[in-house]
């Protein structure tokens, strides 16, 4: 929940709300990297707080879980317009915890869901390349569709990075592919299909970084295994 920066640093123990104030305005404080002002509110489950450098530590117990996220639920806390989210389906699972990153409401399959928000910024910054596979179903001109859709490199303007991608099965005018990505632009490998003429007819993240999404069913979710959330995190540091 997100609360004053003065009310967090007091609960922290380390100085008064007017105290706090002070540290603010002398640039002492920061926020996810960036110098706090006097009315910014954080969460500190979520965001990285530093006082002199020296990170705030949340008493929350830290929670990993994966998803098999179904069609038809978009990936947030909250949905103005109603929508089913991603929260109802974890909602038993003891803790608040936020989706990394996204997978948009026609997609599906694994979603890291945590409440350590360290990890959720080393894992969502730029530089840190994780890769994502998907297996995308696709009809249309299926014919040489691995090779262009590893040749695409612009989206309508946009820049990206090739994308890895093997033919796993087809007929005719359909087919399964591969598809593995380091960024995550928007809608990106339905507009790399699109662009290659090809039409999704079903989108699945089957790993992300070191996890698998393996036999998981739909709709529901794990606990990551220790060793599972060793390799997460020991591979983002």
Do not use: F
Not at 101 to 121: A, C, F, K, P, V
Not at 206 to 224: A, C, D, F, K
Request: proline content about 3%; glycine content about 8%.
């Amino acid at each position: 929940m997100e609360e004053r920066i003065q009310k967090l640093l007091s609960a922290a123990g380390i100085c008064s709300r007017r105290t706090a104030e002070t540290y603010i305005t002398a640039g002492r404080v920061t926020v996810n990297g960036r110098p706090a002002a006097l009315g910014d509110r954080a969460d500190l489950e979520r965001d990285d707080i530093c006082v002199d450098g020296k990170r705030l530590q949340s008493k929350t117990e830290r929670v990993y879980l994966l998803l098999n996220k179904p069609r038809g639920y978009v990936t947030t806390l909250q949905d103005e317009k109603g929508r089913k989210t991603v929260a109802e389906l974890v909602k038993d699972c003891g803790a608040r915890v936020w989706p990394v990153g996204r997978l948009d409401m026609d997609s599906e399959g694994l979603l890291l869901m945590t409440n350590d928000g360290e990890l959720t910024r080393r894992l969502l910054h730029p530089g840190e390349e994780v890769e994502k596979t998907y297996h995308v179903w696709v009809y249309g001109p299926v014919a040489g569709a691995a090779k262009r859709l590893a040749a695409v490199t612009d989206l309508e303007g946009e820049c990206i990075r090739p994308a890895r991608v093997e033919m796993l099965r087809h007929t005719t005018r359909t087919a399964e592919l591969a598809v593995t990505i380091h960024e995550g632009k928007n809608r990106q490998i339905r507009r790399m299909c699109a662009a290659c003429g090809l039409t999704v007819k079903r989108l699945r993240r089957v790993r992300e970084h070191t996890l698998e999404l393996g036999t998981l069913p739909p709709g529901t979710w794990r606990y990551l295994s220790e060793a599972e959330r060793m390799a997460l995190t020991q591979s983002s540091q």
